[in-house]
């Protein structure tokens, strides 16, 4: 099983989800960036690192939201999501074709990957 990291970033009561790019694993969906957790790696310290690559943004960590296991058949793995907020940078995609900031009681209505879907499911029920 492979630990990824996730997070779910709010501004203005809206949660930031961004879509894979052509090319990547999980293409065409919609998902809170995230990633891989690296061996001796905290999870907060990973989604932090994560983020900084892929999206040119630091962020506050503000608690932990929730855990996912999903078996996509060939790799298994555990979503580990955390609830925080940008506090500086801009934006830039590396792996993501396109980001959106979203009503957290809109996300229902996007695609995506099947490990966030608990999330999903949980701010439409439960909100922020």
Request: avoid cysteine; glycine fraction near 12%.
């Given at each position: 099983m492979i630990d990824v990291v996730a997070g779910i970033l709010i501004d203005n009561n809206k949660v930031l989800i961004a879509k894979r790019k052509e090319g990547?694993?999980?293409?065409?969906?919609?998902?809170?960036?995230?990633g891989k957790v690296e061996s001796e790696e905290k999870p907060e310290d990973s989604l932090i690192r994560e983020?900084?690559?892929?999206?040119?943004?630091?962020i506050d960590i503000d608690k932990k939201?929730?855990?996912?296991?999903?078996?996509?058949?060939?790799i298994e793995i555990k979503l580990i999501a955390f609830l925080g907020k940008i506090i500086e940078g801009n934006?830039?995609?590396?792996?993501?074709?396109?980001?959106?900031w979203v009503d957290y009681k809109d996300l229902d209505k996007f695609t995506f990957s099947p490990a966030d879907i608990s999330f999903v499911k949980k701010l439409c029920i439960?909100?922020?």
């Open positions: 990547k694993s999980m293409a065409g969906y919609w998902e809170f960036p995230g983020l900084r690559e892929e999206m040119n943004i630091k939201f929730g855990e996912s296991i999903y078996d996509y058949g060939n934006i830039t995609l590396k792996d993501h074709d396109e980001y959106r439960k909100g922020l």
